[in-house]
């Protein structure tokens, strides 16, 4: 009974392998590496599953596009592309509106930099004891005296013009 097993097992082996069909003879392998299978003999030796009709129906019907569905497609082709290219425009709009607004920042530091060297220049031109001498000198102005300071109190928070009777 040991001997019918044991050639059971071995006819098995063999039918795996195809040790007797000889489909293995002349292959040599090299290094420890896996022989790579060839699955798409497999798939062709192997019986093909039956498809059911209704599934083949279907697949057939999803194969073909009928002249709505073409026409559905062109719309939403040319939507796609419509709205895309507006997109594209837009970035490019707002690309250029960013330069645009760099450009005005730059060119607005450059004038405040500017603005703000000439009014330097200009206050250190200024001499201020010539500008008293003349106003003294020449115009007869005096500094103004104790009972001349009048101070004012808004209560508004409002503006407040002030009207002297010397005009």
């Not at 896996?34 to 209704?54: I, S």
């Not at 709505?68 to 837009?90: D, E």
């Not at 102005?141 to 209560?155: K, P, R």
């Amino acid at each position: 009974m040991s001997q019918n097993r044991r050639n059971y097992r071995q006819a098995a082996y063999e039918k795996e392998t195809d040790v007797r069909g000889g489909r293995n003879r002349n292959v040599y392998v090299y290094g420890n590496t896996a022989r790579k299978l060839d699955v798409q003999r497999q798939m062709e030796t192997e019986p093909g599953r039956q498809v059911h009709p209704v599934v083949r129906k279907n697949r057939e019907r999803a194969r073909h596009m009928n002249a709505g569905y073409m026409f559905f497609l062109a719309v939403a082709m040319c939507t796609a592309a419509w709205i895309l290219v507006n997109y594209i425009q837009l970035q490019a709009d707002l690309t250029n509106l960013t330069r645009s607004v760099a450009e005005k920042q730059s060119e607005l530091n450059n004038l405040k930099l500017a603005n703000d060297e000439e009014y330097n220049r200009i206050i250190s031109s200024i001499d201020l004891e010539e500008i008293k001498r003349i106003a003294i000198g020449e115009l007869g102005m005096t500094y103004a005296q104790e009972g001349q300071i009048v101070l004012y109190v808004n209560e508004d928070n409002d503006y407040m013009r002030q009207v002297t009777g010397n005009n």
